[in-house]
T-cell receptor
């Protein structure tokens, strides 16, 4: 099965500094990768996806992600963090047809941006 | 949270009672999904539906049931057979199954069973 791993439970960064939230993947075939953000007691909001093409994907709210095939990684990045970016971030990979192309999620990384 | 609504936002039930969580979408999406979220475990797939009157079990379907009588509705019933039902439940939908399309999520229902 396709899977992703988020090695960090929490990431702390000061406002204005660059942030990185890490994700590695394990797939057979081409990976279809996604990043979502979740604010407390809310649903997930889509940030960006990688299907094919450029390894640097730009998404919502100034976020971007870098796809690295050799390292099987899809790290989420932002050049300058905001306090309002504090939330729970999920990396996900699309599963195969035998699960209706549902998403397999990582366990999530809590991002805390301090003033 | 797009055009997906879930109700209620909070739900409290006594152990042994069945409870039904509502999920409605006005996005004209074919596929709908139910996920369960527990702290530190990410999201896990309960059931999914590709078309009306058809649905399939996901990874953790035991103790749950669903129906898909209308394209826009995909209610989830948590039965008394579910051993640990307290969790945050998220409904999602997408345009097409085989397309590389992101899923849109509802705001979720937090179920507490005591």
């Amino acid at each position: 099965a396709q899977s992703v791993a988020q090695p960090e439970d929490q990431v702390n960064v000061a406002e204005g500094n660059p942030l990185t939230v890490k994700c590695t993947y394990s797939v057979s075939g081409n990976p279809y990768l996604f990043w979502y953000v979740q604010y407390p007691n809310r649903g997930l909001q889509f940030l960006l996806k990688y299907i094919t093409g450029d390894n640097l994907v730009k998404g919502s709210y100034g976020f971007e992600a870098e796809f690295n095939k050799s390292q099987t990684s899809f790290h989420l990045k932002k050049p300058s963090a905001l306090v309002s970016d504090s939330a729970l971030y999920f990396c996900a990979v699309r599963d195969g047809g035998n699960s209706g192309y549902a998403l397999n999620f990582g366990k999530g990384t809590s991002l805390l941006v301090t003033p | 949270d797009g055009g997906i609504t879930q109700s209620p936002k909070y739900l409290f039930r006594k152990e042994g009672q069945n409870v039904t969580l509502s999920c409605e979408q006005n996005l004209n999406h074919d596929a709908m999904y139910w996920y369960r979220q527990d702290p530190g475990q990410g999201l896990r797939l309960i059931y999914y539906s590709q078309i009306v009157n058809d649905f399939q079990k996901g990874d953790i379907a035991e103790g749950y049931s669903v129906s898909r009588e209308k394209k826009e509705s995909f209610p989830l019933t948590v039965t008394s057979a579910q051993k640990n039902p307290t969790a945050f439940y998220l409904c999602a939908s997408s345009i097409a199954l085989a397309g590389i399309i992101e899923q849109y999520f509802g705001p979720g229902t937090r179920l507490t069973v005591t």
